[in-house]
């Protein structure tokens, strides 16, 4: 299976391989895209206080980014319909290399990295047959591409690395094709799904939505230390008619829907941008639209909610206290069932908080 | 240093042109003021005699006073949560005619209790009432029982809201404290009111009853049983263009000219339920409007997002 032109890939790419932890480049414990007012574009890393620990600068707007497990390394991946992803070196503040998706196929914003750090695992969509896949790329041949597999669906977009090292991907089921860009071109046939996979892509567990949920788009997941996924959805049908747009899925018992009454679920204006696990058993979700953060138990109970123009960035973590961020440079704290400010940046924070403690 | 003398001249020069003072002063507290009275009349009139002819004139006066705050969504109104409970509109799932056939059919003694506000939120406000007055009743006393119910609720939300905006509007004018961090994040609020005010009467007010060409939506109409479809639009349309003209004092012309263009279509359309977006004839003049308030929603964006600095919001619009 492994070629000679891979290991002398490998040997070479070794040779300058980062040394350096999270910890040497300032304790952040989050990173996000994000803009700075003359246009310009960056992935920043914050620390526990919101501070700035350090700045790249992108070329393009990102929108999630993958956080190396151990190497202050990370992943920026273009906005979708993206072609290209980055590889940061945070220690030094530059590019080490650039990913571009292979011929036919283009990035979904998320990626992963293995649990060992020697593979990262990209969204992506085979856009000519509108299939999902999850390409695979080998850190140590300098991110060459080494594969792909199915991503269980259609419209593949947050992928997340469960605590047992196999993997979440939310496939939102919306077929779209770069020439029209972000157009939705099968809404009367869509169907969403979660699908679990081991990090060779066998796919071991997969749960489709429910009839009543066929215009519902899973997006976002974040999964707590048992296992538990949140889920976060985006209702592509009368805004005034969403079934729901939050549930648990639990290995073997599939997906509860989070009860909300009707004024609840109406501010969150039919959209969901990003979730986060915080602690044991809760969860946070975002709503940018609705301009909202809500908590939710991992039992499917409703938390407090929070007003928060703009407000997307939600990262996960072990703790019971986390960073929210905002479109107009504000950093949150979420702590005790209480979200509070914690520092104001002169940037536009990105759709995603991407956690390095988790 | 060049970057600090620019945000200083801008702190300088914003409150010149957005002006939160006169906002507060002679838009958000004297219509608050008048929803009060119209709810009191309205609940006083419901204590006499709750028949639908006795309380549609005052029922009609204190609608008009809700659609004239109904885009004051933040402050007290949000931290009370009683949005809904006012009005409970669009309602594509009918929960105001369950919630309502639930109470009926079960005498609910709730309507004579102080835990009326407890019910549905669909059940509690403008949008409940139109129901109780305007489409028959099985059950006329329980009917009366309820609408009084309703009204008095009413009262007491418009009361609650009302007497705690004179704190909030300090904490705008006053910015500096944990909801507003600075006059920015007021002049954000005053706007988001206004462009989703307009983005409102687009898409639901206007946007629900047009639905498509092929496939009308006439019974979607707001109050379209009451008649007062046209009226909601004609009053938004008033609230937004006074709320617009005293929270920004630098040049309007493209948004005066737009607003002046919206009013007049709305006057000629003589189409009070709206129920002409099924007739080809007169669908055209219904989209016109509709295609005047975008006019409005640009303008707006030119001449008063632009200028102080108010960009749409980078992960809302973004969408993914």
């Known amino acids: 299976m492994t070629t000679r032109r891979a290991v002398l890939g490998g040997l070479a790419a070794s040779a300058f391989l980062p040394k350096t932890g999270w910890s040497q480049v300032g304790e952040p414990v989050a990173l996000s895209a994000a803009q700075r007012p003359d246009g310009a574009l960056s992935l920043v890393g914050l620390d526990a206080q919101g501070t700035i620990v350090f700045e790249i600068p992108l070329s393009a707007r990102g929108h999630a980014a993958a956080a190396h497990p151990t190497e202050a390394e990370a992943v920026a991946i273009a906005r979708r319909p993206g072609r290209f992803a980055v590889v940061l070196d945070c220690a030094e503040g530059r590019v080490r290399t650039t990913l571009e998706a292979p011929d036919g196929r283009h990035f979904y914003g998320h990626a992963a990295f293995s649990r060992d750090g020697k593979y990262l695992f990209t969204t992506e969509n085979a856009f000519e047959k509108g299939e999902g896949r999850v390409g695979i790329w080998d850190r140590s041949a300098g991110f060459e591409r080494v594969g792909e597999v199915s991503s269980g669906g259609i419209g593949p977009h947050e992928i997340i690395r469960l605590p047992d090292g196999a993997f979440a991907i939310a496939n939102g089921g919306i077929r779209t094709h770069p020439a029209t860009g972000r157009d939705k071109l099968n809404l009367e046939t869509m169907r969403a799904n979660l699908t679990v996979m081991t990090p060779d892509g066998e796919i071991t567990d997969q749960k489709q939505l429910p009839e009543l949920h066929q215009l519902n788009s899973l997006r976002h997941i974040a999964a707590l230390p048992d296992g538990r996924i949140g889920c976060g959805f985006q209702w592509q049908g009368d805004p005034f008619e969403v079934p729901a747009l939050l549930a ?3 290995k073997g018992k599939g997906l509860a829907f989070v009860d909300m009454d009707e004024p609840d679920l109406r501010s969150l204006n039919a959209y969901i941008g990003s979730v986060a696990a915080i602690g044991l058993d809760g969860f946070i979700a975002s709503s940018p639209r609705g301009g909202k953060v809500m908590a939710f138990g991992a039992d499917g109970s409703l938390g407090k909610s929070f007003s928060a123009s703009d407000v997307c960035g939600v990262a996960s973590s072990a703790k019971t206290q986390t960073l929210v961020t905002d479109g107009s440079g504000q950093v949150y704290v979420f702590e005790r069932q209480n979200l509070a400010r914690l520092a104001q ?4 924070f990105d759709n995603h908080l991407v956690s390095l403690n988790s | 240093m060049k970057r600090r003398l620019a945000f200083a001249f801008s702190l300088l020069a914003i ?22 009275a119209a709810t009191s009349a309205l609940a006083s009139v419901a204590e006499n005699d709750c028949t639908a002819d006795a309380l549609k004139p005052a029922f009609s006066d204190a609608y008009d006073a809700w659609i004239s705050i109904s885009h004051i969504q933040f402050g007290p109104i949000e931290e009370q949560g009683l949005g809904l409970a006012m009005s409970f509109w669009p309602d594509p799932k009918d929960s105001t005619g369950k919630a309502i056939a639930r109470l009926t059919s079960a005498k609910d003694p709730i309507v004579e209790s102080a835990d009326f506000g407890e019910v549905s939120a669909a059940a509690q406000g ?11 009743q099985p059950d006329a006393d329980y009917a009366c029982a309820l609408t009084q119910a309703v009204a008095n609720g009413l009262v007491d939300k418009a009361e609650s809201i009302n007497a705690a905006w004179p704190g909030f509007a300090g904490l705008m004018t006053e910015a500096g404290n944990d909801r507003f961090q600075s006059e920015e994040e007021v002049n954000r609020a005053l706007y988001t009111a206004l462009s989703t005010g307009l983005e409102f009467l687009h898409d639901q007010r206007l946007g629900r009853p047009l639905g498509t060409f092929e496939r009308p939506r006439p019974r979607r109409a ?8 046209l009226r909601h639009i004609e009053l938004s349309l008033a609230a937004l263009e006074e709320l617009a003209t005293t929270f920004y004092s630098g040049d309007l012309n493209l948004t005066k000219s737009a607003f002046a263009d919206a009013r007049a279509r709305a006057a000629a359309l003589d189409d009070p339920a709206l129920a002409g977006v099924a007739d080809p004839s007169k669908r055209i003049r219904i989209e016109a409007l509709q295609r005047t308030v975008r006019d409005i929603q640009n303008a707006v964006n030119t001449e008063i997002g632009k200028p102080l600095g108010i960009t749409a919001g980078f992960n809302a619009l973004d969408g993914d």
Do not use: C, K, N, Y
């Open chain 2, 222 to 229: 707001e109050a379209r049983r009451s008649e007062r479809s």
């Open chain 1, 345 to 348: 940046h002169d940037r536009a």
């Open chain 2, 15 to 36: 409150p010149a042109i957005a002006d939160t003072q006169a906002v507060i002063d002679s838009h958000i507290l004297p219509r608050h003021g008048e929803f009060v």
């Open chain 1, 248 to 250: 648990v899925f639990e």
């Open chain 2, 126 to 136: 403008f949008t409940a009432l139109e129901r109780l007055l305007f489409d028959p």
